[in-house]
């Protein structure tokens, strides 16, 4: 099983970016999708998750209306789009899955990506 997150990068305030997480290795199509982040001296958070089979998707509360997650079984690959960023969004995000269901609870994680770093700064 491997996830590989990509798309991280520098960008000013109010700008965009777009995460991708490769998968292989099992059934893609089968497991919830999460994105986590972690910024400097803080705890891992839950920022998305989108279900295996209906779609379903779940945000924080501080990114709702600005993120938004998809998925394309057939490229096994996930994505969040970020947009309006805030300097508060600064921190490594991973993607990861811990079966069909969604939770953003990182403890029920059973595979991680390596994670892409994101800084939002002028």
């Known amino acids: 099983v491997q996830l590989q997150a990509f798309g991280g990068g520098l960008v000013q305030p109010g700008g965009s970016l777009r995460l991708s997480c490769a998968a292989s290795?099992?059934?893609?199509?089968?497991?919830?999708i999460h994105w986590f982040r972690q910024a400097p001296e803080k705890e891992r958070e839950g920022v998305s998750c989108i279900s295996s089979h209906r779609g379903r998707t779940y945000y924080t509360d501080s990114v709702k209306g600005r993120f938004t997650i998809s998925r394309d079984n057939a490229k096994n690959t996930a994505y969040l789009q970020m947009n309006s960023l805030k300097p508060e969004d600064t921190a490594v995000y991973y993607c990861?899955?811990?079966?069909?269901?969604?939770?953003?609870?990182?403890?029920?994680?059973?595979?991680w990506g390596q994670g892409t770093l994101v800084t939002v700064s002028s």
């Open positions: 990861a899955t811990g079966g069909q269901q969604c939770d953003l609870d990182a403890d029920t994680m059973d595979y």
């Open positions: 290795g099992f059934t893609f199509d089968t497991v919830a």
